[in-house]
């Protein structure tokens, strides 16, 4: 079946590091894949999306490419602030499916 | 509504007791979600509507939970007899249909407690 694995956390950081979140997935067909955001106190957010192979989402300096060779999505970002810190999920979409979504990685920036 | 709502934010309820959560989707928005967050477990699929039918009602963990959606608009969760592990958050999402490339918006979740 159609699954999503990303890195476990927690991902710790200091304010302006890069930051990589690794996700993996494993889906028959060509799923879109997503990456949503949870901020403390708050609900999930769409992040950022990609429907096809090469296509490279991007949403508030995070970037993510949707790697068929590799099927992976992993997030990016080349400096990260404290107000980053937030649950990430990688999810994808195949046809006909609700979301389904990984474990979800918690990053953590300090100043 | 300009959002995803969801009754109540928190609940908690004794082992055994039935609880009814509510969802009141974006207007206009024909598929709705229902998802549980448990501490490490991610988010675990429920159930899905596509307007008032479920074509997949096959995360929904046991017999105990059900949900229904009516005139297209609002949802219930139900939980007859809550355990403990029932605990966790509850999540309503909306799209404006079904597709495999529409983001979903979510509410804010209902935390349900079992003690």
């Known amino acids: 079946g159609n699954s999503v694995t990303q890195m476990e956390g927690p991902v710790t950081l200091s304010e302006e590091a890069f930051l990589t979140i690794n996700c993996t997935y494993t889906?028959?067909?060509?799923?879109?894949l997503f990456w949503y955001v949870q901020y403390p106190g708050e609900g999930l957010q769409l992040l950022l999306k990609?429907?096809?192979?090469?296509d490279k989402g991007s949403n508030k300096g995070f970037e993510a490419t949707y790697r068929k060779e590799t099927t992976s999505f992993h997030l990016e970002k080349g400096s990260v602030q404290v107000s980053d810190s937030a649950v990430y999920f990688c999810a994808l979409s195949a046809a006909g499916t609700a979301l389904i979504f990984g474990k979800g990685t918690t990053l953590s920036v300090s100043s | 509504g300009a959002g995803v709502s969801q009754s109540p934010s928190n609940k908690v309820t004794e082992k055994g007791k039935d609880v009814e959560l509510r969802c009141d989707p974006i207007?206009?928005?024909?598929?709705l979600y229902w998802y549980r967050q448990s501490l490490g477990q991610g988010l675990e699929f429920l159930i899905y509507f596509q307007g008032n039918s479920a074509p997949d009602k096959s995360g929904l963990p046991s017999d105990r939970f059900s949900a229904e959606r009516t005139g297209g608009s609002v949802s219930t969760l139900t939980i007859q007899r809550t355990q403990q592990e029932d605990s966790a958050v509850y999540l309503c999402?909306?799209?404006?249909?079904?597709?495999?490339?529409?983001?979903?918006?979510f509410g804010s979740g209902t935390r349900l407690t079992v003690v």
């Open positions: 889906a028959t067909g060509y799923p879109s």
């Open positions: 999402a909306s799209s404006s249909q079904m597709g495999e490339s529409y983001g979903y918006t």
């Open positions: 207007s206009g928005h024909t598929a």
């Open positions: 990609a429907t096809k192979a090469d």
